[in-house]
């Protein structure tokens, strides 16, 4: 039986690494449902992301479901890992704060499962104090972290912000998986 990720994709302009992200992950054989922040559609599109899944991609927690069921739960309950890349600073703060305002926020707090952060932001926000504490905080409670990396970022710069290579993403995801 294939494992089941529900991949988050947040509103980064990592977030068309998504694509790749995905393509690597099915072709190791998972199944994979997407859910898509309101943000990540700025930068890709649901219709490339619901073509390499080939599943339905959920980006809203009050549509009418086709059967009663909650989302949120459903997608946690079927879920053998969440993997949320890119992860931008908002909702790995969201995360670490309790929030539960959106989609992917809920389906994390439903879950009973390994939860996979991939961040991905300018250096700065990265390397600040907040950040750096919501991260301690996530990994504290048992979240696991890949990256951020060494690149060149959308701002110009060089630094530690970039989304980690889709290598190590899926190399993390099969250490979680699959061992």
């Not at 300018?122 to 919501?134: D, G, P, S, T, V």
Request: aromatic share 6%.
């Amino acid at each position: 039986m294939k494992k089941e990720i529900v991949l988050g994709i947040t509103g980064s302009i990592a977030a068309y690494k998504a694509c790749d992200i995905i393509s690597a992950l099915r072709k190791e054989g998972f199944s994979l449902t997407c859910v898509m922040t309101k943000e990540a559609h700025e930068f890709v599109t649901l219709l490339s992301v619901q073509t390499l899944s080939q599943n339905e991609v959920h980006t809203d927690m009050f549509k009418p479901p086709a059967q009663w069921n909650p989302l949120h739960t459903s997608l946690a309950e079927r879920a053998d890992l969440i993997l949320i890349a890119p992860a931008t600073a908002n909702v790995i703060g969201k995360l670490a704060s309790g929030v539960c305002d959106d989609l992917l926020s809920s389906v994390v707090f439903s879950a009973k499962v390994p939860v996979l952060i991939v961040p991905a932001m300018n250096e700065r926000m990265y390397a600040h104090r907040i950040i750096a504490e919501n991260v301690k905080k996530l990994k504290a409670i048992g979240y696991k972290f890949v990256g951020p990396v060494k690149g060149h970022l959308a701002c110009g710069h060089v630094g530690v912000g970039h989304i980690a290579p889709v290598e190590d993403i899926v190399r993390a995801v099969k250490k979680l998986l699959v061992s």
